[in-house]
């Protein structure tokens, strides 16, 4: 633990660079342009969850819990420069706790998607994870990085502001090996972007794959279901999934087929004509380790377009097939199947069993370090 203790203090101290200096010399810096705001959001296990509230000079804000790294509330302008929350989620933080919540806004880890069977090798080794989705392992087991208490700075820069949030997950935690300590740093800037940079280390080999949860819709939270919403996505091939939503093994071409969105696509379209809706992994072009935009949605009624920016080789696209009706979230309004759509920028579900897929694979002295950036813009 010793060469843990060095390793997290170095971890710090680079995390400091990466975010632009120190925090608190920024903070005195700060020009009235962006605005912040904390409240007592709830407590659980004798810990208080803070909810931070950031605000732009355009009136967009995103409100962030360090329960979960939450993100509890997104408020974008329309074309007409109304606002509207646009995830979906609860009023408070009671409602997550009760509610068993499909994952609204949360950071899903260690291992975002499945894992066959729970199980992966590593130099021989094999571990065993929960199965918490059938036989298989989902979004980091029972008590995934969307269930833990982060710890949690605030900043705010002339430009920008948002937290970072840290988590040291321990050596067996859920199964998985080795002391692993996490950074996820929410940023809000003021070009409508909110932007998400994961940050990792271990002193053990491990598998690690991050990704962000929100369930979005443009018209408006609990507004209807997300049909008239138009995608596309910049991937030629998609990951075919066995009847327990594990891959095959092949990537298959998206031409021809209900899974192309290589141009701007209504959601509805095809969504019925999918076994289930869409829950597929989409191979995203031009996979470099650079981030690059990998899709867009349009929703006509409101003027709303979000754009998507990754350096991962992977999304995630998942059409809240499993709303039913029977979660009441913010202002009271029942979701119902369809209400919201994830755009979830990840590695391929099962790589860990996958060889041809690429490597999730961390080791020691190695840094796992990924960026994600939804742009809100407003057309005519």
């Known amino acids: ?111 975002a998607n499945r894992i066959a069977r729970g199980k992966f090798s590593i130099d021989g080794t094999e571990y065993q994870l929960a199965t918490n989705n059938g036989t298989n392992h989902l979004h980091g087991g029972l008590k995934g990085f ?3 208490v982060w710890d949690v700075e605030d900043f705010i820069f002339p430009d920008s502001a948002g937290v970072v949030l840290t988590y040291h997950s321990p050596d067996g ?4 090996p080795g002391n692993l300590l996490t950074k996820v740093i929410y940023t809000l800037n003021n070009n409508n972007e909110l932007r998400i940079d994961y940050q990792a280390e271990t002193d053990q080999p491990t598998v690690l794959n991050l990704t962000h949860h929100s369930y979005f819709n443009l018209k408006g939270q609990g507004n209807g279901n997300i049909y008239n919403h138009q995608l596309q996505i910049f991937a030629d091939h998609y990951i075919p999934v066995d009847e327990t939503l594990i ?9 021809g087929t ?16 999918v076994d ?24 006509n009624q409101s003027g709303r377009l ?36 994830c755009l979830e920028t990840q ?14 694979l961390l080791r020691p002295g190695e840094k796992y370090q990924t960026t994600t950036i939804y742009r809100f813009e407003v057309f005519d």
Request: glycine content about 10%; charged content about 20%; aromatic content about 12%.
């Open 1 to 111: 633990m010793r060469q843990f203790a060095g390793l997290t203090i170095i971890f710090l101290l680079s995390s400091l660079i990466f975010t632009g200096c120190n925090i608190e010399q920024k903070k005195q810096k700060t020009q009235e342009k962006m605005n912040m705001k904390r409240t007592l959001f709830g407590e659980t296990d004798g810990n208080q969850i803070y909810q931070y509230t950031f605000t732009n000079i355009n009136s967009m804000s995103v409100s962030i819990i360090n329960y979960g790294g939450i993100v509890t509330h997104l408020i974008v302008p329309d074309r007409e420069g109304n606002l509207q929350d646009v995830v979906l989620g609860y009023d408070n933080l009671q409602q997550y706790l009760d509610n068993n919540s499909p994952y609204f806004g949360a950071i899903a880890g260690r291992y």
């Open 347 to 360: 590695h391929f579900p099962d790589s860990p069993n996958q060889p041809a897929f690429p490597p999730t």
């Open 247 to 255: 891959p095959t093994g092949e990537l298959n071409p998206v031409e």
């Open 173 to 176: 935690e859920e199964g998985y």
């Open 258 to 273: 209900l899974m192309d969105f290589t141009a701007p696509m209504e959601i509805g379209k095809g969504i019925h004509q």
């Open 306 to 341: 979000m754009k998507v920016f990754t350096d991962q080789p992977g999304m995630q696209f998942y059409s809240g097939n499993f709303l039913d009706g029977s979660i009441t979230g913010k202002e009271s309004k029942v979701y119902m199947q369809h209400y919201g759509f």
């Open 146 to 148: 969307d269930k833990v």
């Open 276 to 299: 289930g809706g869409y829950d597929h992994t989409f191979v995203l072009n031009n996979f470099d380790g650079n981030v690059r935009e990998v899709a867009r949605v349009i929703e």
